[in-house]
């Protein structure tokens, strides 16, 4: 079954930092753009970072430039997301999504369920 | 940054009843650089429509899109039981990618 499955999400301190994961199965990462989307519950879609196909282009929201970095490692068919100096407002569910194309620049066609991050002291 | 704004937030519609929803930017979208997504309660967003118009593999033909530049609109020609969820649009077209601030469909 083609899917991507994010973990790493849990509770952590304001200042703190978190390793947000996405695998990717049943197709090959290599080769596709990907993105980090993040919602608060009951709220609308946020796009925080995209990454291009071989990692040597990256995008962020303004609201976390600095603090984010995201990252790929297409022999182990994953995404990362390293998130420092969290803040209460970067508390959502994090969606990892696969862009159409080589490029992180695009619409997303295949999304994970996501995970939750919470910031909170 | 373009912001997408989408109306109404709420549209409370029956079964088989036609849906029309909007999103407008805030300045034009590049190459019509604009989709849409479904997304129900606790499941990940669906793609509908991208380019404005084009329908996403597997999507029903009773979904379309249309505008351009700074008005965008999704219709749903009749609809299903399965169709009442949240709708998003998004911009693709230039940085940072922005999305809409959903409309919810809900039965009557």
């Known amino acids: 079954e083609v899917q991507l499955v994010e973990s790493g999400g849990s509770v952590a301190r304001p200042g703190g930092s978190l390793r947000l994961s996405c695998a990717a199965s049943g197709f090959t990462l290599d080769g596709y753009g990907m993105t980090w989307v993040r919602q608060v519950p009951g709220k609308g879609l946020e796009w925080v970072s995209g990454?291009?196909?071989?990692?040597?282009?990256?995008g962020y929201a303004d609201s976390v430039k600095g603090r984010f970095t995201i990252s790929r490692d297409n022999a182990k068919n994953s995404l990362y997301l390293q998130m420092n100096s969290l803040r209460a407002e970067d508390t959502a569910l994090y969606h990892c999504a696969r862009g159409y194309s080589s490029g992180w620049y695009g619409r997303f066609d295949l999304w994970g369920q996501g995970t939750l991050v919470t910031v909170s002291s | 940054e373009i912001v997408l704004t989408q109306s109404p937030g709420t549209l409370s519609l029956s079964p088989g009843e036609r849906a029309t929803l909007s999103c407008r930017a805030s300045?034009?979208?590049?190459?019509?650089?604009l989709a849409w997504y479904q997304q129900k309660p606790g499941q990940a967003p669906r793609l509908l429509i991208y380019g404005a118009s084009s329908r996403a593999t597997g999507i029903p033909d009773r979904f379309s899109g249309s505008g351009s530049g700074t008005d965008f609109t999704l219709t749903i020609s009749r609809l299903e039981p399965e169709d009442f969820a949240v709708y998003s649009c998004?911009?693709?077209?230039?940085?940072?990618?922005?999305f809409g601030g959903g409309t919810k469909v809900e039965i009557k």
């Open positions: 990454i291009n196909w071989n990692g040597g282009s990256t």
């Open positions: 300045q034009s979208v590049s190459s019509n650089s």
């Open positions: 998004q911009q693709y077209g230039s940085s940072p990618l922005t």
